[in-house]
């Protein structure tokens, strides 16, 4: 079946600017994660959704990043009055049920964000 | 934050040999997976390995969790040339779902 995809794969905005990026998650995987991952380093979590509520958005940096799944399946990351630090590979990943034997997390390929 | 750092950064070694990355992290976990990294992009999930658990395989892979120590290791055995890529080890901390990633290991395998 599908894996996870994402849209774009590439980004560049100019600083200041608004973007989205968007997550389709596999079928029937109840939560979803979005990461960032900057050049040399792991990835490091933003927010988790478990179907529609951000169950834990602890690791979104500051306000001007804010992510919804109202339908508890496609999830759009968005970014306000970006700035150059934000530019990264944005990662979205999805898992069938947390917690449990089927919570291996699934990644797509990630949205490279170029903020200039 | 990064949960815990993978040693070496860097490993390097001639086609047939075993590679061997450590990982190590610093809070109770629920369980640890190895992640495959190319170029950047698309992490492909290797192995998960829980906590009550101290040796896990999947065909060339071999993995150890050491929780009194806060460790583990990946063996690759026999090395391919396509093995090369980036390795990560996440964890999944006790009472949390999100994964909390090392600093990956470079693999090169020279044909």
């Known amino acids: 079946g599908a894996g996870v995809s994402q849209t774009p794969s590439n980004k560049v905005t100019e600083k200041g600017k608004y973007v989205e990026l968007r997550c389709d998650p596999i079928s029937g995987h109840t939560a979803l994660y979005w990461y960032r991952q900057s050049l040399g380093q792991g990835p490091e979590f933003l927010i988790y959704?478990?179907?529609?509520?951000?169950?834990?958005d602890s690791g979104l940096p500051n306000d001007r990043f804010f992510a919804v799944r109202p339908e508890g399946s496609v999830s759009t990351l968005k970014i306000q009055r970006t700035e150059r630090g934000d530019s990264a590979v944005y990662l979205c990943a999805s898992s069938l049920s947390p917690g449990t034997a089927s919570e291996t997390q699934y990644f797509g390929p990630g949205t490279r964000l170029l903020v200039l | 934050s990064q949960q815990g750092e993978e040693d070496p950064q860097a490993l390097s070694i001639q086609e047939g040999e075993n590679a061997t990355m450590n990982c190590s992290y610093k809070?109770?976990?629920?369980?640890l997976q190895w992640y495959r990294q190319n170029s950047g992009r698309g992490l492909v999930h290797l192995i998960l390995i829980r906590s009550n658990e101290r040796e896990k395989h999947s065909g060339r892979l071999r993995v150890t969790l050491d929780t009194s120590k806060k460790s583990s290791s990946l063996l690759i055995t026999a090395s391919r040339a396509a093995d090369t890529a980036s390795y990560f080890c996440?964890?999944?901390?006790?009472?949390?779902?999100?994964?909390?990633f090392g600093t990956g290991t470079r693999l090169t395998v020279i044909p």
């Open positions: 959704f478990q179907g529609t509520g951000a169950a834990d």
């Open positions: 809070t109770s976990i629920n369980n």
């Open positions: 996440a964890t999944v901390r006790t009472g949390a779902n999100n994964l909390f």
